[in-house]
């Protein structure tokens, strides 16, 4: 009788396998150094080379099952190739969107949508970079945005604003989010909205108008404004009215990928600073020497391991199909916290030369600070901590 493998040999193959995964990243991210992201902030340029090898590798198709042309793999092996990334000294924010974006058409989309869309994502021929989420008024209170989508005959028409939807100058698609019923007529605040794709391309100029957002980090993020978008009707993504919830599954895949790409920001930070505090010598040795500059590096580095476990925790969750919401807040809290820390002592470590750009951490620097705020702010996730977890009365 064949010998079968028992649980603790499967871990250890994954382990592997994931292991093979994060070589062939680093890898891949050696061709893209720290100078070409330097260029890309520098002159707000789009990698575009990079995330078409990216691609092309496999990488951002992780997630997408086999049958549509991706590697069906989990979250787990979807975080290691972030944070091997973010590690590298690259900003992931400019595609990790088409690794889990595309979570709310394989689980919600139509058997017809999920032929149309998913092979040509695997592929790269398609890009699902984009999600319209956030208006100007209504910020963090999402079931109270004012963006209508109206049913007329065979199509919708969309009106409204949109702020800080990043990436969709390099996207094919948009996942929208938009209101079908008005607040005043539903029971449940959760109801009364509805996701569609837009074909972004066909949009632009026919009721579509996006405006570039001057911002701290070169995340390509835009504000939208819609002035009778039509839409086809079979543009819909799920139950009309049930969109919130279409949006809400794909969420912790990117609470935890975001984590994974702190966690990289992190070591990244980490290993800056232990070999700058060993080389550089000041008052005759290294500067390493001082514990008032070795400590901070070392407690920034048990904070970055510490939310990497539980990074690992809520991805194994989410991948055996367990209800995560708490751990992938918690390992994006954590890990948002981390990397910023890391950071900071990084900063500290290197002197004055952190301010030079040819040394890349102030730029590592402002593109880890988004997490405290993006997608969801830490506030926020105390928030439903406190409310669903222990319980506490809901403060908003
Ligand atoms: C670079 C960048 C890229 C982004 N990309 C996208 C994107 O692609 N798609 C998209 O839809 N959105 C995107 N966002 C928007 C992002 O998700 C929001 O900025 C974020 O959710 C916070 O919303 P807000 O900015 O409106 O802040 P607000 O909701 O105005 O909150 C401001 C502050 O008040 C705190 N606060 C608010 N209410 C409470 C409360 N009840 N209790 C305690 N504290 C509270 C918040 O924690 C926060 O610190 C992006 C933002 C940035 C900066």
Redesign the pocket.
Known sequence: MAEQPVEGQQADSRDEQIEHIRMAVRQLCTKYGEDYWLEMDRNHGYPSDFVAELTQAGFLGVLIPEQYGGSGLGVLEAAAVMEEVCRSGAHAGVCH?QMYVMGSVLRHGSVEQKSKYLPQIASGELRLQ?????E?T????TTSLKTTARRDGDAYVINGQ??????IQHSDLMLLLARTTDKDKTTRKTEGLSTFIIDVKAAEGNGLEIRPIE?M?N?H?CELFFDDLRIPAENLLGEEGKGFRVILDGMNAERILIAAECVGDGRYFIDKASTYASDREVFGRAIGHNQGVQFPIARAYTQVEAASLMVDKAARMFDAGKPCGAEANMAKMLASEASWQAGDVCMQTHGGFAFAKEYHIERKFRETR?YQ????????IL?YLAEHVLEMPR??
Not at 138 to 141: L, N
């Open positions: 969107a984009s999600f319209g989420v956030t100007p209504t910020g963090s209170d949109k702020v800080w939807i990043s990436r911002s980090i995340h993020s988004l705020i993006a997608p969801i702010s830490t506030n926020l928030s403060s908003y």
